[in-house]
């Protein structure tokens, strides 16, 4: 199916349906956790937006860079900030948000650390 086929109408809604689903590998889970971000020697603090096996959705006050590789650590939010994972990974994408005044971006993860 080629796009100039969706523009002249010529797809059944079923077809629709399939050609603009979501593909992942993996599913997304929502899960709100605090992610320290850690790249050149400089800190960044966000929150999940969602996570799957090897990814992980981000909300956050700064742009990080597509391709540059970060550390990161993922924190429970309660009393006790328990280390729920951290590892190292590559931003995908990152863009701003203007309804939120934040940054989106996805990290793919590349490996988890103990």
Known sequence: MHREDISKGEVMQEDAKYYFQERRRYP???????????????????????MSENGIGLLLPKSLIE????NFKVKSRDDT???IMQGEAKVVW??????LGLYRAGLEI????E
């Open 110 to 113: 590349l490996n988890i650390s």
């Open 28 to 50: 997304r889970y929502e899960v709100n956790y605090d992610v320290e971000i850690i790249f050149s020697g400089k800190k960044i603090f966000a929150s999940t937006n969602d």
């Open 81 to 83: 900030e328990r280390l």
């Open 94 to 99: 990152c863009q701003y948000i203007d309804e």
């Open 67 to 70: 391709g540059e590789i970060v």
